[in-house]
C-alpha cells in the first residue's frame, strides 16, 4: 500500500506541473535583498509590496498561444536592517503572499485556487569590507544567512495537496548567500552604480510524508545591475538588469520536468524623497529574455511599491 501511494504521488506530481508557474513557492525574498549595510546604530526599516502577473506560457525560449490560465501573486515584505557596529549588519526579512490561479480550459468548466498566509522568514549577517567616503567611492559587503520554514507548505484545498509552488512557504530550511557593491560618482557625474548578487542553496522537504522521497526546490540565483541617478532633490530615476537563474527542482533525487531556466528582467523605477530619511520607491520588472526548461508558465508583469525609512538612535554596543 504504501508502494502504491508513494506511485500514485509521484504520477499526481507530474501531472500537475504544467499548472505550476516558474517561480518557486512563496514570496520573492531573494529579489528583495537589495538594501546595502547601515551604519552603526542606524535602523533602516523597508515595506515592500510586489504584485506578479503570470500569463505568459514559454517552450524554453519560445512563446506558446495559452490564453486558459493565469496566476497573480502579491507579496507583502518587511525588511529590518540594524547597524550593529561599524563592520556588521543585522538584516531580518519578513513575508506574507496571496496566489490567485484560474484555469480556464477550452472545454469543461473553470478552475480557481487562492491560497494566502504567513511566507518564510529570512535572517543575514553582513559585513562591510568597504564603506562609501570622502576619499573611497566604492562600497563592498557580503553577508550570509538562513532561511526559515515559518511559511505553510502544506496547504489542501478540498482534501488535496495544492501544487508546491502555490504553498505560503516552501517547508526547508535553506543557505542564503548575498554580495553588494556600489561605485558613486560615475564619470563624474551623480550616477551611480548598483550590484547585487544573492543565492539560494533549497534543502529538502518531506512534503508527501516523512516516509515517502523528498521534495526539493532548484537552487536560485539572482544578480541585479544598474544605475541610480542622484538629482539631489525630489526625483531619482533608476535602471536595472535582473538576470535569475534557477535550478530544476527535484523529487526522490530526480529532476522535475518542466521547471528551473532563465529569466533576464528590464526593471525601470524611481525614488521620491519625500522628507528627511523617509523614502518611497516604485519600481517595475519587464521581461526582455526567458528560456525555460519545458513548458511553463511565467511572469507578464511585475511591479512594486516600496518605502523605506532611516531611524538613528544611540548603539550601546562598542564594536
Not at 209 to 215: P, V
Not at 246 to 265: H, K, R, Y
Request: glycine share 8%.
Amino acid at each position: 500500500m504504501k508502494k502504491l501511494i508513494y506511485i500514485l504521488a509521484a504520477f499526481l506530481y507530474t501531472q500537475i506541473v504544467y499548472a505550476q508557474a516558474c517561480c518557486t513557492a512563496g514570496t520573492p525574498l531573494l529579489g528583495s535583498l537589495e538594501m546595502s549595510t547601515t551604519k552603526k546604530g542606524v535602523w533602516q526599516f523597508g515595506l515592500n509590496y510586489e504584485y506578479n502577473s503570470l500569463q505568459d506560457v514559454y517552450e524554453g525560449s519560445s512563446q506558446l498561444i495559452d490564453q486558459t490560465r493565469e496566476r497573480i501573486t502579491q507579496s507583502i515584505l518587511f525588511e529590518v536592517n540594524y547597524g550593529f557596529s561599524s563592520k556588521i549588519t543585522l538584516t531580518g526579512l519578513f513575508s506574507f503572499v496571496n496566489q490567485q490561479r484560474l484555469i480556464d480550459p477550452l472545454t469543461g468548466s473553470n478552475n480557481s485556487l487562492t491560497i494566502n498566509g504567513i511566507g518564510d522568514l529570512m535572517f543575514l549577517v553582513k559585513y562591510n569590507i568597504l564603506s562609501l567616503s570622502i576619499v573611497n567611492r566604492n562600497e563592498l559587503a557580503v553577508g550570509a544567512g538562513i532561511k526559515a520554514p515559518t511559511g505553510q507548505s502544506d496547504v489542501k484545498s478540498n482534501g488535496i495537496l495544492v501544487p508546491a509552488d502555490m504553498q505560503p512557504g516552501t517547508g526547508s530550511w535553506d543557505i542564503i548567500l548575498w554580495s553588494f557593491y556600489s561605485h558613486a560618482n560615475l564619470f563624474e557625474i551623480p550616477l551611480n552604480l548598483l550590484v547585487n548578487i544573492s543565492y539560494r542553496i533549497n534543502n529538502t522537504n518531506p512534503r508527501f510524508g516523512s516516509q515517502f522521497s523528498t521534495y526539493k526546490f532548484g537552487n536560485e540565483f539572482i544578480s541585479t545591475i544598474g544605475f541610480v541617478y542622484l538629482t539631489g532633490g525630489f526625483f531619482d530615476p533608476s535602471l536595472f538588469v535582473r538576470i535569475r537563474h534557477t535550478a530544476q527542482d527535484q523529487f526522490s533525487l530526480g529532476d522535475i520536468p518542466n521547471t528551473g531556466g532563465n529569466w533576464i528582467n528590464l526593471v525601470p523605477g524611481f525614488n521620491l524623497n519625500l522628507i528627511d530619511n523617509f523614502t518611497l520607491r516604485a519600481s517595475g520588472q519587464i521581461p526582455i529574455y526567458r528560456d525555460l526548461i519545458g513548458t511553463q508558465l511565467t511572469t507578464t508583469l511585475t511591479a512594486s511599491l516600496a518605502f523605506t525609512y532611516v531611524l538613528k538612535v544611540n548603539n550601546p554596543f562598542e564594536l
